[in-house]
């Protein structure tokens, strides 16, 4: 294996840890509107915050672009389809955490303006940031949530066929994206609510998987036999 395959594993490694790290801290930084009743004022009182936890999406939706972009070669040597379909759920991924990003970002506009309203006026707005409040939700069970555990079934999928990392990293990624998924599909329908601590506990093994993942890739990378057999 040359050195500009490990190269890009190496980057691969430190795509998969940015996105990880900044997707937890990200959501973090927004918890004065998520957990608020009173939007507009707990929006514009942590408007800096909010405005960080935009700024870790941004970084979010860029990492998984890089490691759509640097994983798809790998995978289309097994399978150019599977490798397409990787690659275009990571990219509807990144659309739903920009959708989100903009929503986060549009409620703290619309609490600066709202301060110099009147109070009738203000309750419209109120209205409003709900409804923004409420697409940000919906997008991060379809992005972070839906998406990344189809993209991540079909990635780790093709690793355990391929065996081009050990197969018992593998099954740990794809029990994580179907964990993830069914935290989406149980969100989609109610069973469960937004942000709760059981999406927590089923979103950990995808989180720790990736943080494992990108530290092989860094360290000891493709199997070497299994990659130049694709």
Do not use: C
């Not at 990736?210 to 860094?218: H, N, Y």
């Amino acid at each position: 294996m040359n050195t500009s395959v490990r190269r890009n594993e190496k980057i691969t490694g430190v795509f998969f840890i940015a996105a990880t790290t900044s997707a937890i801290i990200g959501v973090q930084y927004y918890s004065p509107v998520l957990h608020s009743t009173n939007i507009l004022d707990s929006a514009h009182a942590a408007s800096t915050q909010i405005a960080l936890g935009a700024f870790f999406e941004l970084v979010l939706a860029i990492s998984n672009i890089g490691t759509g972009i640097m994983l798809y070669p790998r995978l289309k040597r097994y399978s150019e389809s599977w490798g397409l379909g990787y690659s275009l759920f990571r990219l509807l991924e990144v659309v739903f955490i920009l959708i989100g990003l903009l929503s986060m970002l549009t409620i703290v506009t619309l609490s600066k303006e709202a301060q110099s309203m009147s109070s009738e006026a203000k309750l419209s707005v109120q209205s409003i940031a709900g409804l923004l409040k409420q697409v940000y939700s919906w997008a991060f069970i379809l992005g972070p949530h839906f998406m990344l555990g189809i993209n991540t079934l079909i990635y780790s999928s093709i690793f355990y066929l391929s065996k081009i990392l050990p197969k018992k990293l593998a099954v740990w990624g794809i029990t994580g994206a179907v964990l993830i998924l069914l935290a989406a599909v149980l969100e989609i329908f109610g069973y469960i609510p937004h942000f709760s601590s059981t999406i927590i506990f089923l979103a950990l093994p995808i989180a720790v998987y990736e943080m494992v993942l990108a530290g092989w890739l860094i360290i000891k990378g493709f199997n070497k036999e299994a990659y130049t057999a694709l």
